[in-house]
Structure formats: C-alpha cells, structure tokens
C-alpha cells in the first residue's frame, strides 16, 4: 500500500508529494509544525498539540490555512489513509509561496499546509526504553524564540547529529551557567535523590512540550511530586534517574551523559513507571 500525504488540498503519493521551489518554508524556514503519536489507533493529545500550533503561527502571523475543525478531520484522515495504528503524524505549515524576499508577502499569499503520517514499532520503542539512552551535551547556540515550534531547527539537526557520531541518541543544549535546556528534539528531566522530578520552567528557553505537560499529570496520578526549575549537568551526573519526553519517544530513560553513568545504569523505576502510565492519562481521540 503506498504511502499518502496531504499537501495543500490534495491527497497524493507520499513519493510524488512535492512544494513549490519558492516555498518560504524551503528557503527561509518560514514555518512551523506538529508531530503528535499516534498509539493504537488514537492520536495523543491533539487538542495540546493544535492550542500549540495556534500559538505559534499567531507568534509568526501566519494564517491558519484551514479551521481547527478541518484540520482535526485531515488529521485523522491522512492517518486514515495510511492505515497507522501506531506511528507519527507529522503536520507543517509555512507563509506560503512567493517570489524571494525576506519581508513577508505582499499581498498575503495562502499558507501551505502538508500532514503526513508514518509507522514506528513499539516493540522497537520498548526495547529502546529498556536499554535506556545516551545523552551528550551540547553548548546552546539557539536563537531565544524557540518556545516556538518552527521549522528553522539547523542547530537542533547538528546537536543530534554530533550526538549520533559519539554514540549517544540525544544531546541536550546547555546554557554558559551549566544549566541543562532541553534536547535537540525533546524535553530534559531528572530525578533527585528523594524522588522529586525536576525538568526547566517552560516560560522561555525551551519548547513547552506536549508530552512534558501530560507527564506531570501522570506524575500527580502517581503521587510524585514535580519541580519547575534549572538543574544543572552537574546534578544530572547525580541524579537517581534521569529521562526525556517527546511526542517521538514519549518517555525515555537516559543511563548515561556525556560518558558518565547514571545511577547503576539502567532506566530507573520513576521513569519507567511514567511510561507505563502515560496512555492512561493522554487525551486519545480515535483516528
Ligand atoms: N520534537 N523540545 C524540542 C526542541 C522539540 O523539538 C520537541 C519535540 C520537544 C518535545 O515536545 P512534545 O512533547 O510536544 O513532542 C521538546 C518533535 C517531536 C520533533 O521535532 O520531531
């Protein structure tokens, strides 16, 4: 069955899915995106990732290219189509397309708007979390707009990729006081030696995470008490757990940092116990 994607209007095949050369996306990574999980045939939390998406296309003036409402159906359907029960939902919408110039368009053109769907393998993600990750970290080199979620991602792309030649899977960016940010494409937590979760305020400097919001809901639901500040990498070298959230990983353990293990490490109880609960507490909405 082949792939199909959506792309302004139209379903077609995800090998032929194209944009427009001058598609400001392409090249000025004017743009912005979603990726929501899709597990057992519900899409995880749409409505967090949708009250997101709405903020950032209203942080860049950019239109919604469709209503909340339709947007929610071609979700579902590209899904659909695609036949994932368990997978990813990738969504992007960029200015639109005009002749080259950096200024935005005048008149406003029409954004473009492209969802696509895919299959990952839980069995693939599961031994993933018993394994647990590695972790180095990386000096942040961000601009201080990344609480919105745009497509302009080239200092998260050579992060992960510098993670990937040291053998590891994730880098977190760290600030000059040694304060950890966030990875290249997830969320930073740790957990303190007397079970406190402690993952960075979410104000400015990271991305609020979907599933960092849901996992607090799920920490409540088991007793576990949260902290909203910097931790350092320093304190995560000692940290009794350590672990990122993402709508891609949801949560996963990380037993090792810059070399350094953690704990005896392998994934810790909290953690684990965060991933096992998770789909109880997300919002499911049924493909
Ligand atoms: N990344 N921080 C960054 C920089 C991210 O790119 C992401 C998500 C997160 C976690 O957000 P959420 O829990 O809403 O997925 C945090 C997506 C999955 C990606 O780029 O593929």
Known sequence: MPRIA???????????????????GYQFADGVYEVCEISRGNI?????????????????????????????????????RNKVKNGLVYLQITRGVAPRDH???????????????????????????????????????????????????????????KAKEAGAQEAWFVDPDG????????????VTSDGVLVTRPADHGILRGITRG??????????????ERSFTVDEAFRAREA??????????????IDGITIANGHPGNVATSLRQQFFEVAE???A
């Not at 304060?179 to 740790?190: D, F, M």
């Not at 607090?216 to 902290?227: Q, S, Y």
Request: with cysteine; proline share 5%; net charge positive.
């Open 179 to 190: 304060t950890v940010k966030e990875g290249a494409a997830t969320n930073a937590w740790i």
């Open 103 to 161: 200024a935005f368009p005048s008149p406003e053109v029409r954004p473009s708007l492209v969802i696509t769907a895919k299959r990952t393998s839980p069995e693939v993600s599961a031994a993933r979390a018993a394994a647990g990750l590695k972790v180095i970290t990386v000096p942040e080199n961000r601009w201080d707009r990344v609480d919105i979620k745009s497509v302009g991602l080239l200092p998260n792309v050579l992060a992960r990729q």
């Open 44 to 80: 995880m939390d749409m409505s967090g990732h949708l009250d997101r998406l709405d903020r950032s296309l209203c942080e860049l003036s950019i239109a919604w290219p469709v209503s909340r409402r339709v947007l929610q159906l071609l979700f579902k359907e590209v899904v659909r």
């Open 6 to 24: 959506y792309v302004n209007g139209e379903y077609v095949r995800h090998s032929q899915a194209a944009v427009h050369i001058e598609d400001r």
């Open 243 to 256: 672990f990122i959230t993402a709508a891609t990983t949801v949560v996963m353990p990380v037993v090792e």
């Open 284 to 286: 499911k909405t049924i």
């Open 214 to 227: 849901t996992v607090m809901k799920v920490a409540e639901t088991l007793n576990l008490k949260v902290e």
